[in-house]
């Protein structure tokens, strides 16, 4: 089983038909989401079996959040639940389909989020990232997980996932991240997050050194220009964008992430040692299928990933 920890939110995301309210702003529908949530709910889709470890509201958006859940096949024992209402997202959306985003997160439920302590026997991987290794106390709570599992053996996947809004003190983020990565097992990044995290118009340099410095591998997504990775052995392998009439990116890069974690999975490769062994052409095909999965959830509104039926 994979566990994928962090928060679960509400987009509100402008309605496809352009609508506007009487002030002239955009009509906003809410769509359910957050990067960890969307790993997780992609992954049940693509046939991992997956849990989801985070604290969700019992308000409205919660209890949708929550079926989403279990629609997708996504493992709840590890949820918990709290009055405190749900993150919110404001997404506003650029002429290409990219989003940007401003956040409702003071007292939020998965903010609280508390360390279950040492995760099931069944537990193979472990995924973190986004709002919930930032927002605190939540985010000590996971990290807490990842160096602990991480250290029991298991393997780790980290998407950054940067929310620059959020970051208080991006100096001091940029030494936290620095000092997971001996704990990480496969780190999975936006080209512009990378340029984000070293603080670099070329972030090619740093990923070398953070490779360095434990993961086996660091997955970038390159927009338009598709995918790569960076391999544990030095070597680069990319693949080209699956070329579809994009509606949104939203949970584009979730899907990715998903996607990857899932080829690992069903080629039994969840391990360090396996992944940093990866043949070129296996990561080709990892990649390559991630692509197609990201294609597909562009084309949809919110972030929708695909089911495995669509991929075959």
Request: one cysteine or more; a negative charge; hydrophobic letters at 45%.
């Amino acid at each position: 089983m994979i566990v994928v920890g962090g928060e679960a939110l509400v987009d509100l995301v402008p309605s496809p038909s352009g609508e506007s309210t009487v002030e002239g702003l955009p009509a906003l529908l809410p769509r359910l989401g957050g990067g960890p949530y969307n790993v997780a709910v992609a992954l049940g889709r693509l046939g991992s079996r997956v849990s989801f470890l985070s604290r969700v509201s019992t308000d409205f958006f919660g209890d949708a959040l929550v079926g989403r859940l279990s629609e997708s096949k996504v493992d709840t024992s590890l949820l918990a639940r709290g009055a405190e209402p749900t993150t919110l997202a404001v997404v506003g959306l650029a002429e290409d389909g990219s989003a940007r985003y401003s956040f409702h997160v003071e007292g939020t439920a998965d903010r609280l989020v508390g360390d279950p302590g040492p995760l099931p026997a069944e537990v193979r991987a472990v995924s973190l990232g986004t709002l919930g290794m930032v927002l605190e106390p939540g985010a000590s709570a996971y990290e807490a997980v990842l160096r602990r599992e991480a250290g029991l053996g298991r393997f780790t996947m980290l998407d950054p996932n940067i929310r620059s809004a959020l970051i208080t003190d991006p100096d001091a983020y940029r030494e936290r991240f620095l000092s997971w990565l001996p704990h990480v097992g496969l780190l999975k990044l936006s080209v512009e997050d990378a340029a984000w995290l070293a603080d670099a118009e070329d972030p090619w340099p740093a990923i070398r050194e953070w490779v360095a410095k434990g993961p086996a591998g660091v997955v970038l997504t390159l927009g338009g220009e598709g995918l790569a990775v960076l391999t544990g052995r030095g070597g680069l392998v990319r693949v080209p964008a699956h070329r579809v009439e994009v509606v949104d990116t939203i949970g584009a890069g979730d899907t990715v992430h998903a996607a990857v974690l899932g080829w690992l999975d069903r080629n039994d490769a969840l391990s360090m040692e396996s992944v940093r062994e990866l043949p070129d052409e296996s990561w080709r095909s990892a990649l390559e299928f991630a692509a197609r999965a990201a294609a597909i959830t562009c084309s949809r509104a919110g972030a929708e990933p695909p089911w495995a039926d669509e991929l075959n």
